[in-house]
């Protein structure tokens, strides 16, 4: 049976950057297209469905993180920055607008394709058995819709997951009732072990808390327990 190859956009403003990866991804099993800045990427996605994103954030005019916030305003389809700045905020930043994943500059292109295949497999993992992967989850007073990545609150209003947010949720909701660590936590949704003093999931726990209605502070849901990690206090149900 033939598999219809993952498409790939690589928006760099780079012309040696672009052709480089597009002849490695493509070399790979990938389709693979080029953007040099963010109105060349609107004109794919006018007519593309790409199944992943590679975005410079150093861009001229519109950079990195404004194509992140346009692209989640409407879709969900998963994000890999690239940043040659050393500044971690650059980092959280792009974790915080929705992104799924970052590299930094210079990289080695083994390492882009590791955490391409990395974000692929965890989008596009299938329901299996298990409460944490039915389609339809209940804990605490919400469920997760894992078709549509959407939050449903008591009222049955919905709100969408970036990738990111969906991906942790998943973690916690696949142990629940289990202290897991930070590295732990970073492992289980990004797929590789978390950087030396990385602390992108403290930022990632703040953000998914907020989308519960909770903070750090009176969090019920997903807690703080000092020293060891963080907490889903809360039993898990399938519905469907």
């Not at 519109?62 to 940043?83: H, K, N, Y």
């Not at 909701?173 to 990385?198: I, K, N, T």
């Amino acid at each position: 049976m033939t598999t219809t190859p993952a498409t790939l956009i690589v928006v760099d403003d780079d012309p040696e950057i672009r052709e480089l990866l597009a002849d490695y991804l493509g070399r790979h099993g990938y389709r693979a297209l080029v953007a040099e800045d963010a109105q060349e990427l609107r004109c794919l996605l006018a007519r593309e469905a790409p199944d992943l994103l590679i975005v410079d954030i150093m861009l001229p005019g519109d950079d990195g993180f404004t194509i992140c916030r346009e692209v989640r305003r409407t879709s969900e389809v998963p994000i890999i920055m690239l940043t040659a700045s050393a500044d971690e905020m650059d980092r959280i930043l792009g974790l915080e607008l929705g992104a799924d994943d970052y590299l930094g500059k210079p990289f080695n292109p083994r390492e882009l394709l590791a955490r391409i295949k990395a974000v692929l497999r965890r989008t596009r993992s299938t329901a299996h058995e298990g409460p944490a992967h039915a389609r339809l989850v209940a804990f605490g007073d919400w469920r997760l819709d894992r078709v549509t990545r959407e939050l449903i609150d008591r009222h049955g209003e919905r709100s969408p997951l970036s990738g990111a947010d969906f991906q942790l949720l998943q973690v916690f909701l696949e142990h629940p009732e289990q202290v897991l660590s930070r590295e732990a936590l970073f492992d289980l949704s990004r797929g590789r072990p978390a950087p030396p003093l990385d602390r992108s999931i403290d930022v990632h726990v703040c953000r998914l808390r907020q989308r519960l209605g909770e903070d750090a502070q009176h969090s019920q849901l997903i807690r703080t327990v000092r020293g060891a990690g963080y907490v889903l206090a809360s039993q898990v149900e399938a519905l469907q």
